[in-house]
């Protein structure tokens, strides 16, 4: 007899995921988000923003949503002298210091591991993790599971997740990798070009998500379309799906946000810069 696959157990929207647990501090009265920084050394000013902003938020913590670089192919990176990621390891330590630092992986950087996180100082958190502070519980993710209707982008997440998957890549010599990482950073560039748009995460897949965490809010980065949207209530709460902005600036274009939340609200505000 052929098994069928159950619709209400197969279909992602409907299912839940694991969530993680992260207690914020009691004193706790500023937390920032950030994500889509895109760090590379070919875009200096962004970086320079990004350093600044570390130097000088006021927040009690921070909190980067995924796609703080625009590729990182191993860790291996920050043994190489004068290295971008080693550079950019040192300035996060620094910061770290003065308050809390949290990171969650996305699209791009999803390859971080456990020495990044020992040189930085900073602490990875799983996807999706729910915040409990003095504030609505926030539901925190990069936003890429989220978004179903980019298929092929799926089915290259379902496999690169993968230990079998991560560990052929990385046993690749760090100059293959970093070639690889060439052709991905040209082949985004084309799409950016191309004017092709980013899926949206999906509505459903979003209130089984944010159900499952029982938190009236979701934080996510991921699709470049900063926005707040109100989603239907739940226990006379309200709900909302707060999508972080990408960071960009150059000669031409100054894009840059924080979404800065406080046990009283939120707000958008330009980085702290020097």
């Known amino acids: 007899m052929t098994e069928t696959s159950d619709p209400r157990t197969s279909d992602p929207r409907t299912i839940a995921p ?6 914020g501090a009691p004193h706790w009265r500023t937390i920032d988000f950030i994500s889509d920084l895109h ?26 949503l995924g796609d703080l670089f625009e590729v990182w192919v191993g860790d291996d990176a920050l043994d190489e002298p004068g290295s971008f990621e080693a550079e950019c390891a ?3 330590r620094d910061a770290a210091q003065k308050r809390p630092l949290f990171f969650l992986a996305g699209n791009r950087d999803f390859l971080i591991g456990d020495e990044f996180f020992k040189r930085s100082g900073i602490t990875g958190l799983a996807e999706p993790t729910v915040l409990h502070w003095a504030g609505p519980n926030i539901l925190l993710s990069h936003g890429d ?12 997440r379902a496999v690169s ?20 990482g060439k052709s991905a950073r040209t082949e985004s560039e084309q799409r950016k070009q191309s004017g092709t748009p980013y899926a949206d995460a999906d509505a459903q ?32 709460k309200d709900q909302w799906r707060i999508v972080l902005s990408d960071w960009h600036i150059d000669a031409d274009t100054h894009r840059a946000e924080v ?3 406080t046990p009283e609200g939120r707000q958008r505000l330009a980085p702290e810069r020097a």
């Open 205 to 236: 897949m979003v209130a089984t998500w944010m159900q499952a965490a029982q938190a009236p809010w979701l934080i996510h980065g991921h699709t470049h379309q900063p926005a707040d949207h109100a989603l239907s209530k739940t226990l006379g």
């Open 39 to 64: 760090l590379q050394p070919s875009e200096p000013q962004t970086v320079q923003a990004w350093r600044d902003y570390l130097q000088r938020s006021s927040a009690d913590a921070i909190f980067m």
């Open 145 to 156: 599971a989220l978004c179903l209707d980019d298929v092929e982008y799926q089915q290259f």
């Open 259 to 261: 979404l800065r939340v």
């Open 161 to 180: 997740r993968s230990a079998a998957w991560q560990q052929q890549l990385l046993a690749q010599p760090l100059a293959v990798r970093r070639a690889i």
């Open 18 to 23: 694991q969530v993680a647990q992260l207690q």
């Open 90 to 92: 040192a300035l996060l």
